[in-house]
């Protein structure tokens, strides 16, 4: 593993520790991610994904991570919507009938 990806595993382990608790830190974006071809246009600190496959199986471990994290969360969300809505019907009916 050579310098860069050993970065990026600790950037990325910090980004997905951030989001799992739900923090800021949820995402992470290179400096210039290019396409075969436009290396000219790099700084030294380009990552060009068909000359780097390590770093690609990082980026592409990390979108995978990150996609079932926000699935959880979504789902942990409508969860807590159906459960506000379902309290909220019980405690009109609740009223409706110590009323009636």
Do not use: C
């Amino acid at each position: 593993m050579g310098d860069r990806d050993n970065l990026f595993d600790v950037v990325y382990k910090h980004v997905y520790a951030s989001a799992s608790r739900g923090e800021a830190g949820a995402g992470a974006m290179f400096w210039q991610l290019m396409a075969e071809g436009m290396s000219s246009y790099g700084d030294g600190y380009e990552v060009v994904l068909s000359e780097n496959p390590s770093t690609s199986s990082f980026i592409s471990a990390q979108s995978h991570k990150l996609a079932e994290l926000t699935h959880i969360f979504t789902t942990l969300h409508e969860y807590e919507k159906r459960k506000q809505v379902h309290a909220h019907r019980r405690t009109r009916w609740h009223r409706k009938s110590i009323k009636g």
